[in-house]
């Protein structure tokens, strides 16, 4: 699931990297290397790995969005359900994902 607006759906407590990884720990799925995961879908949606330590309020509306995409994106889902999915990104966002 990815929400409309992604810095309300993300806690403030909690750095990229856990927020990302999040979906494993609620399905209580540990077999995974996990640094490595968080990793390889901070890269898959475009941002670099240096905002894996970063909180919420650290980061712009597109790149919040990019890590709630990330987050639905997790556990390789058949099917995502998105709220106006492309509010909010930047135009070579949009691009990518549409195309």
């Not at 909690?14 to 999040?22: A, P, Q, Y």
């Amino acid at each position: 699931m990815m929400f409309q607006d992604p810095v309300a759906s993300l806690s403030p407590r909690k750095t990229v990297r856990n927020l990302i990884l999040e979906p494993f720990r609620i399905h209580k799925i540990r077999n995974v290397a996990r640094n490595q995961k968080a990793k390889e879908l901070i890269q898959m949606v475009g941002l670099d790995e240096a905002f894996l330590g970063a909180y919420p309020h650290q980061l712009s509306g597109g790149q919040a969005r990019r890590v709630g995409v990330a987050r639905a994106l997790a556990l390789s889902p058949k099917l995502v359900i998105a709220d106006e999915p492309t509010a909010g990104l930047d135009v070579q966002s949009k691009a990518k994902y549409l195309t």
